[in-house]
């Protein structure tokens, strides 16, 4: 029964695309750069205008505070007096004795002149402190100071100068304007210009995406194609490489499936073939069915050794393979080259060992035994008649080396690169007599790489065949 699984909400939930949201931020960005450059270039200015009308009313204050301290005692005339002989200003000047009464106003119109006044700027300098106090208000600039008046080393009064500036105040409100209209214009070109750069950067991520796309679909031939020198083209190139890889290890199975159900089909046709003969005939003698029967087992027996050779190299494939151990490669050789020496014998082929001690490697035993057989075996094989097969094992500097060497017809250039495919013969009607399945080679140069090591070959038409497996040594009190 087909199971219909309905999507979650999670599934349906609409998302935010790319070039939006690259949008919003560059936008988010440059609000918050806009409204600092709306605030803070008049914050300054404001900083700035006050601290001169601080430095100007100040010095005022202290100037009329220092001449009536010169007075005997505060009074209405000589507070008066005094203040003319200063020269009259435009702005308002107010002088109150010690408990803050007014003695002297210089404003006509709202003159508080004989009144008590409780103000901060009046109450600050009568207690012996300068104060100053600065505002934007109703279009002008808005700023006191006062000083206190020291009479016998005692503040006796104090002197309130303020003043009202709207020349400045409209200076501020020119520079916040022309920022507000500058903002709007920086702002309208950072929306363009933002929607332009995600509109870009979106259109090379969904290009990579398109691409991420086909090769999980199995096109494995497409290449991504985004220019540059930056990560988006380098996230390409890795995709490539990817897609490179993916379509070479497709090539492969292609080819692993092919082969093996080619060397698979081999084998059952001639079974089938022989079965069915054995059924049709009536009369067959009894040696002629013994002779089918046995050629049936071989080829049963020919199956069975290519299912166990591509089973092998499925586990080496997945890393299945035996967790390693330190193996002494000498006598895994000399074991190998036991179980061998009947084969050499019966293809007149002498087997000949030279073999250093303390050859111990990290692998497993089953595997190095498997590599060691299957060298030689096919040394022995693939040889000439009275020929020799060679076998070196010594140590190296921090390496271990195993080299077979034969007296064959060697392998063609052409093949010498292709040796170690599955399922790859140079000569298949030779190996197929040999009882070679193809995979061999392929499994020793899987299991050497497992493991560690490398495998190579040489070889020269007429010469001969020498293959060389290098391991690293296995340290001292490496874990078994």
């Given at each position: ?9 999670r599934?349906?939930?609409?998302r ?25 270039p ?51 000047i ?20 004989g ?56 200076l ?28 870009v ?71 089938k ?37 591509m ?28 179980m ?26 089953d ?114």
């Amino acid at each position: 029964m087909i199971e219909i699984r309905p999507r979650t909400v999670r599934e349906y939930k609409p998302r935010m695309g790319v070039q939006l949201k690259m949008a919003v931020t560059y936008i988010a960005v440059m609000l918050a750069v806009i409204v600092l450059l709306n605030i803070y270039p008049v914050a300054v200015s404001e900083d700035f205008m006050f601290q001169s009308k601080q430095d100007s009313l100040s010095t005022r204050a202290e100037l009329y505070a220092d001449t009536l301290a010169g007075l005997d005692e505060l009074t209405p005339e000589g507070v008066e007096h005094v203040i003319g002989l200063l020269g009259a200003s435009e702005t308002r000047i107010l002088v109150v004795n010690g408990s803050l009464a007014a003695l002297y106003d210089s404003s006509r119109d709202t003159s508080v002149k004989g009144s008590t006044l409780l103000l901060n700027e009046a109450r600050a300098a009568v207690a012996g402190n300068d104060y100053f106090r600065a505002r934007v208000d109703e279009g002008a600039v808005l700023s006191v100071a006062s000083a206190p008046i020291v009479i016998g080393g005692i503040p006796a009064g104090a002197v309130c100068v303020y003043d009202t500036d709207s020349a400045r105040a409209e200076l501020l409100d020119d520079i916040s304007s022309n920022l507000r209209g500058l903002s709007v214009i920086i702002m309208a070109v950072a929306i363009v210009v933002s929607l332009l750069l995600s509109r870009v950067f979106s259109r090379r991520i969904s290009a990579l995406l398109k691409s991420m796309r086909r090769v999980r679909d199995g096109d494995y031939s497409h290449r991504a194609e985004v220019r540059g020198n930056d990560e988006y083209s380098d996230l390409a190139e890795e995709l490539n490489a990817l897609s490179e890889r993916f379509e070479a290890v497709e090539e492969m199975r292609k080819r692993f499936v092919s082969d093996a159900s080619h060397e698979l089909k081999t084998p059952l046709a001639s079974i089938k073939l022989l079965a069915d003969s054995m059924v049709q005939s009536d009369n067959m003698p009894p040696d002629t069915m013994r002779e089918f029967a046995l050629d049936i087992a071989e080829e049963t027996d020919r199956l069975s050794r290519i299912a166990q050779s591509m089973l092998n190299i499925t586990r080496l494939d997945s890393g299945a393979a035996a967790a390693p151990e330190p193996v002494d490669f000498e006598a895994v050789v000399r074991r190998a080259a036991r179980m061998l020496e009947p084969l050499a014998q019966q293809n007149d082929i002498r087997l000949k060992l030279d073999l250093e001690g303390e050859c111990v490697i990290l692998a497993s035993d089953d595997y190095a035994y498997q590599i060691v057989f299957n060298l030689v075996e096919n040394a022995i094989k693939y040889n000439r008649p009275h020929g020799e097969v060679h076998v070196f094992l010594f140590r190296k500097g921090e390496e271990v080396r195993l080299i077979v060497s034969d007296t064959g017809i060697g392998i063609p250039s052409a093949d010498i690169e292709r040796i170690f495919d599955r399922f790859y013969r140079v000569d298949k009607a030779r190996s197929r007599a040999a009882g070679g399945s193809g995979l061999g080679l392929a499994i020793v140069a899987n299991a050497v790489r497992q493991y560690g090591g490398s495998i190579s070959a040489e070889s020269e038409a007429g010469e001969g065949t020498r293959i060389t497996v290098v391991f690293p040594v296995a340290r001292e009190g490496a874990d078994k």
